[in-house]
């Protein structure tokens, strides 16, 4: 993902989930994803998928059954 592409998610996440300590981060090495933060705390990658002529966004997030308890 180009750093213009990580301004625009970072920013249109913030506004969605009203978090403006959300960060989208870039990957070392990699060039499809990137990393999504709450503060220090590592939530979910966001993905670039435009293999369809459609250029979209996957956030993949994995919650723990043990995030769960507390």
């Known amino acids: 993902m180009t750093k213009e592409e990580i301004i625009k998610l970072e920013q249109y996440m913030q ?13 070392p090495k990699k060039d499809d994803s990137a990393e999504v933060y709450i503060g220090d ?3 979910g990658v ?3 998928d435009d293999d369809d002529d459609d250029l979209a966004y996957q956030f993949q997030m994995a919650i723990l ?3 769960l308890a507390g």
């Open 15 to 27: 506004r969605l989930f009203r978090l403006p300590d959300l960060q989208v981060r870039q990957r």
């Open 46 to 48: 966001l993905f670039r």
């Open 41 to 43: 705390e590592f939530i």
């Open 65 to 67: 059954d043990f995030d």
